[in-house]
């Protein structure tokens, strides 16, 4: 749950000496507590207290920070700080994040706002916030050494803009960035429409999620920074798959996700069971004229999409990244592909010299997800999750759209898994077999092969091994 933590020290002691009605002036003075989270769990939407009204979002395996209004002005307290988080049951992983999560808490404020957040530095080395996306003063975009000095361990920042244009943006450091944003440094922020938007529609469901990726060794915990391609945990708001929350939402909800992309490569981003239309980027709502339906949309480095669609298929249905790679967890890719080899003599042999040698994969890798090879401590398993039909064999950048209909508006909790209707799931057919039709039709093209070899030629294919541990060129 939510906690508050003073970093002021003493200066609870000081409020408590005071009267009352000097209090508030001197909490106004001072910084804002900063709030904290310490689970990985979806928050509901926080509904705005105070300032003007929004229909909040819902961050995945995340939380809004609350903010407090001081004369007008929403002040927000964000700490730069080393966190844990538990990235998939039992798998913690040590990264470098904001108010005790990585990524940091969404932020949410209302077109037009003025804005104040306070950076306090907890890091062990400077840092600084670039608002990616904005319109702000040049001084106010973050970039260390440019526009201004990196904040220093301990100290604090002011931030101070006016959200101008409606839209969905992020932020991260803009000081040694590429250690900052390997050890999990990075959010998400909302400015919502202050009026009824031409191009920007009422949702009655709101995700916001990021891509980010990890190179953490298995039994590790803490991320390889120097990794620029090879990462081998794909996540969505520092989660992997089972550990990332289902998008649980009632039928014929009208839904938005807004998904940016942090990582160091692009992430198609896909869809069963509905199509969607993409509604936004960093820039702002899309012209209408540019909007097609798809079930798959990629997400380039740097980007952020906005999608929508009406759920009006009940189910659960998966949503994933379509690179195969991204979903699945940390593992030696080095792996020969074996699909196809018989091994059963060279065994034998080997057998004789290592006694407990075993065959992977010889079938495929769906016999990794039910192995019980013990894995090193703090491991999340390859590929695992167990839907109603066994496992789904997925890791990384999976999760499920659960479309029902009685789920209650509002609510956001998983409804467990869908109970198909009789006669909608995929059967074994038991009949006999016909003999398959193409072979007679072989010799019947429009076009017959020539130069044909007089024998057929058999070919074994195996993947090349380009790199160590690789998933080089990802
Ligand atoms: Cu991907």
């Known amino acids: ?95 470098w994040g904001y108010n005790g999560q990585s990524p940091g808490p969404t932020i949410e404020v209302v077109e037009g706002d003025r804005v104040r957040i306070f950076v306090t530095n907890k890091l062990p080395e400077h840092t600084s916030i670039h608002w990616h996306g904005q319109r702000l003063p040049n001084g106010m975009d973050g970039v260390a050494g440019l526009n201004q000095p990196a904040i220093p ?47 920007i529609d009422e949702v009655d469901r709101d995700f916001v999620f990021l891509l980010n990726a990890y190179d953490i060794d298995p039994g590790a915990y803490t991320p390889k920074i120097m990794t620029m391609l090879d990462f081998n945990l794909w996540s969505w708001n520092s989660r992997v798959f089972p550990g990332i929350d289902t998008l649980n939402v009632r039928k014929n909800d009208k839904v938005r996700i807004r998904i940016g992309n942090l990582t160091m490569t692009n992430h198609p981003i896909h869809l069963h069971g509905h199509e969607f239309l993409v509604t936004g980027t960093d820039g702002g709502p899309t012209p209408r004229s540019t909007r097609w339906y798809e079930v798959t949309t990629d ?5 952020m999409r906005q ?82 039909f066994g496992s789904v064999e997925m890791g990384g950048m999976f999760t499920m759209l659960k479309v029902r209909k009685d789920q209650k508006p509002g609510d956001y909790k998983d409804p467990g898994w869908f109970k198909h209707p009789a006669g909608t799931v995929a059967y074994e057919w038991t009949g006999a077999l016909a003999e398959p039709a193409r072979f007679k039709a072989e010799s019947a093209g429009a076009m017959p092969a020539k130069n044909m070899p007089v024998q057929d030629i058999e070919v074994q294919v195996r993947k090349p091994n380009t790199s160590k541990g690789g998933h080089a060129g990802h």
Request: aromatic fraction near 8%; charge should be neutral.
């Open 299 to 303: 997400v380039a480095v740097g980007q």
């Open 307 to 388: 999608i929508e669609f009406l759920a009006d298929e009940e189910g659960d249905w998966a949503f994933h990244c379509h690179k195969s790679h991204h979903t699945m967890n940390a593992m030696g890719h080095d792996v020969p592909t074996m699909i196809g080899v018989d091994h059963r003599e060279v065994v034998k042999k080997i057998t004789k010299l290592v006694p407990d040698y075993m065959v992977m994969a010889e079938r495929g890798m769906a016999d990794m997800a039910e192995m019980t090879m013990p894995l090193p401590d703090n491991t999340a398993p390859m590929m695992s999750g167990d839907g109603r």
């Open 153 to 199: 361990t301990g100290k604090t920042f002011v931030y101070e803009f006016v959200a101008r244009r409606p839209g969905t943006f992020m932020y991260h450091p803009h000081a040694d960035e590429m250690t900052q944003m390997a050890m999990g440094m990075m959010g998400f922020w909302i400015t919502h429409p202050k009026a009824k938007h031409p191009l």
């Open 1 to 95: 749950m939510v906690s508050r933590r003073n970093f002021l020290g003493g200066a609870g002691a000081v409020t408590a000496a005071v009267s009352a009605a000097a209090v508030s002036q001197v909490a106004m003075a001072a910084l804002p507590e900063p709030v904290l989270q310490d689970k990985p769990d979806t928050m509901p939407p926080l509904l705005p207290a105070t300032g003007r009204p929004y229909k909040p979002v819902v961050t995945l395996n995340g939380w809004t920070l609350p903010w407090r209004m001081n004369q007008g002005v929403k002040e927000f307290h964000l700490v730069a700080e080393p966190v844990v988080r538990e990235m998939s049951p039992g798998f913690k992983a040590h990264l």
